[in-house]
């Protein structure tokens, strides 16, 4: 594990977000030219941002993007000729595998702790609410200021970005996969954010009747209830309304909000979905056209 330090150690930043949402957190540099990956909690709201390397020097940072929904975001360094880090692939990793945590915690710059991937594929709550899919857990310990930072394996490669720590827990904490953190940050590279689709309502996961639910052959008694529908937008052109309740898209079973944000990908932008309700006038499948968020 001391190769993997070394190897990664010096793009590893120590991140100053300064304003009214300030704070402090960790980040890693990808490409020589600057380029980073961080937290969005550590950066959204900041007025100014500056990253200081292990060698003591420290500059001036630009948000490229940020992407609340997933927590990370990309900053740009001022300057050339940086340390980067490899990254590796998160979907090769194993339960039981040796990782190491590298970030600044509580101020302390570069430091390390090691553990092993305690699960796979984990859920975690983004700070805008959405869930973020195919989370590391891992018992390297982690402490205020490692957001943001690396998790690395045996062989120098960053596996994850360190994300999050449940509060009076023992050994509990998360990395977002680095196979989802490339994609989004390469999305934020060359738009400044992650394009998702919407339907233009508000809308919360509530149970259904059992004998309903029996009735409809649904694993699950739950589906999504709209609770307010935005004015001209894809719901309301299509004529649903407060109270409906949505069972299925495209023939895939809707049992909650996390499973139709799942589905409302940039792709499905602009493509006509066939959208199952039940109301007032029973089974009704309505042609929904989602637009793009923003």
């Known amino acids: 594990m001391t190769q993997a330090f070394e190897a990664v150690g010096p793009a590893v930043v120590h ?17 020589p030219d600057g380029y980073l990956m961080t937290n969005s909690h550590v950066v959204s709201g900041a007025a100014h941002i500056s990253a200081k390397l292990t060698d003591g020097r420290q500059f001036s940072a630009a948000l490229i993007g940020n992407d609340s929904a997933t927590d990370l975001a990309v900053l740009r360094l001022e300057g050339d000729q940086f340390p980067y880090a490899q990254l590796g692939s998160s979907a090769n990793l194993r339960v039981g595998q040796l990782v190491v945590a590298i970030g600044n915690p509580l101020g302390f710059q570069a430091t390390v702790t090691a553990g092993i991937v305690s699960a796979l594929g984990r859920t975690l709550r983004s700070p805008a609410g959405r869930l973020i899919e195919s989370v590391i857990q891992t018992d390297a310990a982690l402490n205020p200021g490692n957001s943001g930072g690396a998790l690395v394996d045996g062989s120098g490669r960053v596996v994850g970005i360190n994300t999050a720590m449940i509060g009076q827990a023992q050994g509990l904490c998360f990395a977002i996969g680095i196979d989802t953190a490339i994609d989004v940050t390469m999305r934020l590279m060359r738009d400044g954010r992650v394009k998702r689709a919407v339907l233009g ?13 029996r009735g409809l052959h649904r694993i699950n008694p739950t589906a999504v209830q709209i609770v307010e529908v935005i004015a001209g937008g894809p719901v309301d052109r299509a004529g649903l309304q407060k109270g409906d309740v949505i069972l299925a898209v495209d023939d895939q079973t809707i049992h909650s909000i996390d499973d139709l944000h799942r589905y409302l990908t940039a792709e499905v932008v602009g493509r006509s979905l066939v959208v199952t309700v039940m109301n007032k006038n029973g089974l009704q499948r309505v042609t929904v056209t989602p637009e793009a968020d923003g």
């Not at 991140?15 to 490409?31: D, K, M, Q």
């Open 15 to 31: 991140i100053l977000a300064e304003g009214p949402r300030g704070g402090t957190g960790s980040g890693v540099l990808y490409a």
């Open 201 to 213: 309502f508000a809308g919360q996961t509530i149970m259904l009747d059992a004998r309903l639910s």
